[in-house]
Nanobody, 125 residues
């Protein structure tokens, strides 16, 4: 499985950005996909997850209402649209694939078996 995240960059507070993750090596539509982030000196934390069909999503409380996860199963991509960005959103963002097919999509690191390399988001005040 290969996951390639892209779209990171530097934005000012209040701005928006869209992250994308291209997946290969798996039957993409069968796997829940998630986004996690890791800020300097902090542990990696859950951001959002979407089921294989795209019909179910979950968000961390800190991003709910500002971030939207979506997927395109025809293109094997999962996206994270971020608006109203805050300096505390600054982190390396990772996409991840569920450890098992037909999974419901958890929120813990251990629920995911494949990880991308991460893309940096920096939000300045």
């Amino acid at each position: 499985v290969q996951l390639q995240a892209s779209g990171g960059g530097s934005v000012q507070a209040g701005g928006s950005l869209r992250l994308s993750c291209a997946a290969s090596g798996l039957t993409f539509r069968l796997y829940a996909m998630g986004w996690f982030r890791q800020a300097p000196g902090k542990e990696r934390e859950f951001v959002a997850v979407i089921s294989g069909s795209g019909g179910s999503t979950k968000y961390a409380a800190s991003v709910k209402g500002r971030f939207t996860i979506s997927r395109d199963n025809a293109k094997n991509t999962v996206n994270l649209q971020m608006i109203s960005l805050k300096p505390e959103d600054t982190a390396v963002y990772f996409c991840a694939a569920d450890r098992t097919s037909y999974g419901l999509g958890g929120t813990s690191l251990g629920d995911f078996g494949s990880w991308g390399q991460g893309t940096q988001l920096t939000v300045s005040s």
